[in-house]
């Protein structure tokens, strides 16, 4: 996964957050490219998804309240595969868990169980907002779930990066 990509959007999550702007840490239309880059990603991870469904591919996934029994025992596992994610993939993924990584349409399934297509294209919209602005969008708005939107993007795009990666080897086609 490019890790340029990956250090903008976490800019641009602190930009979203606090009263200084995204310009203050490099150019201001990186906001804008990376929307448009990420609307890309998620029309085209929307795409693989319906696809795979049409297809009959079993895609269920685990979707559990937030520190909820089951969250909890299953963000545990998580940490247990940790160090199998690492060596397998050099750090590069972070985000996924193990089946995840495997089977990244998994983590595709579980980007849209959190919001739809019409819902991340206004989140997106937000984040370039208040990324530009001197205001947060915890304090214009009371929303503070960016963080976890911030994970979930990261998990789409570590997806799309197996997924690309693997069509590329000829693994998949």
Known sequence: MEEYFRVDLWHWLKAVNCEKPFSFRGEPSTVVTLQKQLTKIILASRLMLDVAQKLGEDISCSNFQPFSEEQITEDRQYMREIKELTAKYGG???????????????????????????????????????????????EATGDCAQVFQYELLEGLLEATYLVLTRRSEGKIK
Do not use: Q
Request: one cysteine or more; aromatic letters at 10%.
């Open 92 to 138: 590069t993924i972070r985000r996924l868990t193990l089946s995840e990584a495997e089977r990244p349409i998994l983590a595709i399934r579980r980007f849209f169980n959190a919001h739809s297509l019409e819902e991340w294209s206004e989140i997106l919209d937000e984040w370039v907002e208040y990324g530009l602005s001197k205001m947060s969008i915890c």
